[in-house]
């Protein structure tokens, strides 16, 4: 656990951001609205963080000389993605206030850690087994039975490193071989999915949370496709998020926002599936939904400001703009007032790279998703 922050830091100080894709580009935009500079730390120059910051350091991530001077020259120091090395947060913090401070990060780096964090909560994890070996691996199979879902225990996002196994008698071990280069891996039952969701849970060192309204999400080959709020679940499931939420991030120690994805099966179990100690995909239409965003709330949380409680202006849908997605839809943007666009500034398009967002805010959600996907711009 690191040192507690006690005092407020307040508008005009230095914020930090390790990171400077498109959550540090929102986190600075929140930052700076509310008066703080901001510096990033990312190895692209003007990445889309550093376009909207007050100045850049340019370095990779695991540089502990610049680590260090970005800390110097901040007042809190903060990180937009989880894959940040814990123990270079532990040296920098001799430095500067990490509010943040390291037990989230180092649970959730590693499945393993991050699935026994969440049944020792009495929650439930995706049911699973530990392999090293493809020895280990046929056995998992055959007493979780199939269709499975391999995963690295480490790294990977939007489907990397993770292959679903179907039929186990049509699979390339080759390619679970390679995994298991990797190192451990864990095997997955596939659930029976009714619906995915997600909560956004956001708190302060002095222990107070904001807690965002329950999220529906729909994936397209393993990456995130459309977010509505609230989500169309029964009061009883979301109670039981709620619940969940609440209490993985108290014993996380949660400061800043975090980002908690549910299974719900077929047979409404609910399942905790991932912890991000980050703001996420699926929470920015909270940007426009809500009294407050999860990137407001983040800040707020890493200077120890009070947390509001967090209300739903009205109901909404985000949808993803891929780099197939990016040309058509500003080509379309005359024709939709309704659209609130977001654009990245990535400076290069590739396919399936996230490169910006549209949120639509609607009184009616199933016709709005219904329109989005008749739009022949994510047909691709």
């Not at 390790?18 to 929102?26: A, F, N, P, R, S």
């Not at 970005?70 to 937009?80: G, M, N, Q, S, W």
């Not at 939709?336 to 290069?348: C, I, L, N, Q």
């Not at 709005?368 to 047909?379: L, M, Q, R």
Request: proline letters at 4%; charged letters at 25%.
């Amino acid at each position: 656990m690191g040192k507690i922050l006690t005092k407020t830091i307040l508008p005009g100080a230095t914020i930090g951001i390790i990171g400077g894709g498109q959550l540090g580009q929102m986190m600075s935009f929140s930052a700076k609205e509310m008066g703080y500079k901001v510096i990033i730390l990312d190895p692209t120059p003007n990445c889309p963080a550093a376009q909207v910051s007050d100045d850049q350091i340019v370095a990779e991530y695991d540089d502990l000389a610049q680590l260090i001077e970005l800390a110097k020259r901040c007042d809190v120091l903060t990180y937009e993605f989880e894959n940040v090395d814990a123990e270079t947060i532990n040296e920098v913090k001799k430095y500067t206030e990490v509010p943040q401070g390291t037990k989230a990060l180092t649970i959730t780096q590693d499945r393993v850690s991050e699935k026994n964090f969440i049944e020792e909560n009495g929650f439930s994890a995706v049911p699973h087994v530990v392999i090293n070996n493809i020895f280990e691996y046929h056995r998992a199979v055959e007493k979780l039975g199939a269709p499975v879902i391999v995963k690295t225990t480490r790294g990977g996002y939007d489907g990397k490193g993770q292959i679903l196994v179907e039929d186990p008698e049509n699979v390339c071990y080759a390619d679970i071989e390679e995994l298991l280069m990797h190192g451990t891996c864990i095997v997955e039952k596939k659930i029976a999915l009714k619906k995915e969701v997600s909560i956004i849970v956001s708190g302060n060192s002095s222990q107070q949370t904001s807690i965002f309204p329950v999220i529906e999400n729909i994936h397209r080959h393993n990456i995130l496709h459309l977010s509505s709020c609230p989500a169309l679940i029964s009061t009883e499931t979301e109670n039981e998020i709620y619940q969940i939420g609440e209490k993985l991030a108290q014993n996380l120690e949660l400061v800043g926002t975090m980002c908690i994805e549910f299974f719900i099966s077929t047979t409404d179990e609910v399942f905790v599936n991932e912890i991000a100690p980050r703001p996420h995909n699926s929470g920015h239409l909270t940007i426009e939904s809500c009294n407050i965003s999860q990137f407001d709330a983040h800040i707020r949380g890493v200077c120890n400001l009070a947390m509001p409680k967090v209300r739903l202006l009205q109901p909404a849908v985000m949808v993803n703009l891929l780099g197939q997605h990016l040309q058509p839809a500003k080509e379309a943007l005359s024709k939709h007032v309704e659209w609130y666009f977001h654009d990245y500034g990535k400076a290069e398009s590739k396919n399936n790279r996230k490169m910006g967002h549209i949120t639509i805010l609607s009184d009616d959600l199933r016709e709005t998703k219904n329109s989005i996907e008749k739009n022949s711009i994510w047909d691709v």
